[in-house]
């Protein structure tokens, strides 16, 4: 086995990621403009590096073993980093680059924050281009890790020691209904709001939050409909009695689209804080740094939030 200080050509990693990636040695042969041999010489130097067959072949795919695995993310969060590194100039200027970044947004902070940012980077960083992805509560931390996501904005979460966060906003929730729902005319009771009909919001078909907590202290809400997105329910809402409680800040965005109202929800529910994360490997990287700053100033503008405290 190789003792812990043996040098590796850092260039071999490109192979390991390539053939990770691609399923086989012929696949990413052609990804890295390389032939098949030279390939294979470099991923038989890395297999004596690490003591391990690193890829076992199955069929017509090579799948890698627990050492792969184990090492993959680590490898690619290097790599991307070093790609970006060599894509900086000393005099970094945003109107050149030429990248493209992917961002975790809820639903409703997407549709906050997407058109005035994709207006901003228009003007600044027009060669950019963005992807805006949902990424599951519990994967997040995997996807910064191996690069897959660049940032992702969400609610207060438990994570790991080299993700970094920074407070953005304090939300809310509030109750959306037809301008002429009979509950509009007045304050919305809680009695009222328990016994309403409701419409829900879930994209992977988690319970609300709300649900939850309601469960605990021995309520709940009449759920008829479960909806993937807020604008479809508020659509729904807009034409129906039906009830929807959603975050204060699309409540706001929304207002003056659809003709619905907002009340104030009838429940002691704490507002909740926003953060934005990111790995620890993208904390330095000139390019990363300077998108980070143009979304965070995004959302807190479109939410009308000054600027918070790094946590």
């Known amino acids: 086995m190789a003792s812990p200080d043996s040098r590796v050509d850092l ?82 200027d945003p109107a050149v680059l ?41 994967e997040i931390e995997r996807e910064l890790s191996i690069g897959r996501v660049d940032l992702v904005i969400d609610r207060r979460l438990p994570v790991g020691p080299r993700l970094i966060t920074d407070y953005l906003i304090d939300d809310t929730l509030v109750v959306a209904m037809r301008r002429e729902h009979p509950l509009a005319a007045g304050a919305l009771r809680r009695a009222d709001y328990l016994g309403a009909q409701h419409v829900a919001v879930s994209l992977l078909g988690e319970p609300h939050t709300l649900d939850v907590l309601l469960g605990q202290s021995g309520l709940f809400r009449a759920i ?6 807020y604008f479809a329910a508020c659509q729904v809402v807009a034409g129906s009695d039906l009830l929807l409680t959603l975050p204060q800040s699309y409540a706001n965005h929304l207002s003056g689209q659809l003709p619905i109202v907002m009340r104030p929800l009838p429940l002691r529910v704490k507002p909740f804080p926003i953060l934005a994360y990111w790995h620890e490997s993208r904390q330095h990287d000139q390019a990363h740094a300077w998108f980070r700053g143009q979304v965070i100033d995004i959302i807190r503008g479109a939410t009308g939030t000054s600027a918070g405290g790094r946590t």
Do not use: W
């Open 98 to 138: 030429e990248m493209e970044f992917s961002v975790g947004f809820r639903d409703a902070l997407e549709s906050i924050a997407l058109p005035p940012l994709l207006a901003q980077l228009a003007r600044s960083s027009p060669r950019l281009r963005l992807v805006s992805r949902r990424v599951a509560v519990g």
């Open 11 to 92: 260039n071999l990693f490109r192979i390991l990621d390539a053939v990770y990636v691609h399923g086989g040695i012929g696949a990413a042969a052609r990804a890295l403009h390389l032939t098949q041999p030279a390939v294979t010489h470099a991923l038989n130097r890395l297999r004596a590096h690490f003591d391990d067959p690193l890829f076992v072949r199955q069929g017509n795919r090579m799948f890698p073993t627990e050492r792969t695995r184990a090492v993959i993310a680590e490898v690619q969060v290097h790599l991307k980093g070093l790609q970006a590194a060599s894509r900086i100039r000393a005099d970094f």
């Open 224 to 229: 008829r409909l479960v909806c993937q997105h």
